[in-house]
């Protein structure tokens, strides 16, 4: 098989770009105890105590804070689940998703 020849050029024109990332953002709301905010930091988005202190409290103060950045899907994802929580205990906490950069 001398003349064969293999083309591998092929895969550029089918290489897909870098997966697009979103930010997941917390928003300020006037009710939503900070403890509770706080646990829902830790449970959905993996944050230790002093992380998830400083994003509360940012948003608490500027009224709103990124948490994280992740592939569309899981940002939405987590967006949902977080939100999905907050819902069930009562609470209007707002999470919201938007692509970075
Ligand atoms: N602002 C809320 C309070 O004072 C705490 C909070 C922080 C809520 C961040 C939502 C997001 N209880």
């Not at 105590?49 to 950045?69: F, N, P, W």
């Amino acid at each position: 098989m001398r003349d064969t020849t293999i083309d591998r050029g092929t895969k550029t024109s089918l290489k897909l770009g870098r997966p697009q990332l979103h930010k997941v953002i917390l928003h300020n709301d006037d009710f939503t105890p900070r403890e509770f905010v706080m646990l829902v930091l830790a449970a959905v988005f993996r944050l230790g105590e002093d992380d998830s202190y400083r994003i509360m409290m940012t948003a608490h103060k500027l009224g709103a804070c990124v948490i994280a950045v992740y592939a569309q899907d899981i940002a939405e994802t987590k967006a949902s689940e977080a939100g999905d929580l907050a819902r069930e205990a009562g609470f209007a906490l707002l999470f919201t998703t938007e692509p970075d950069e």
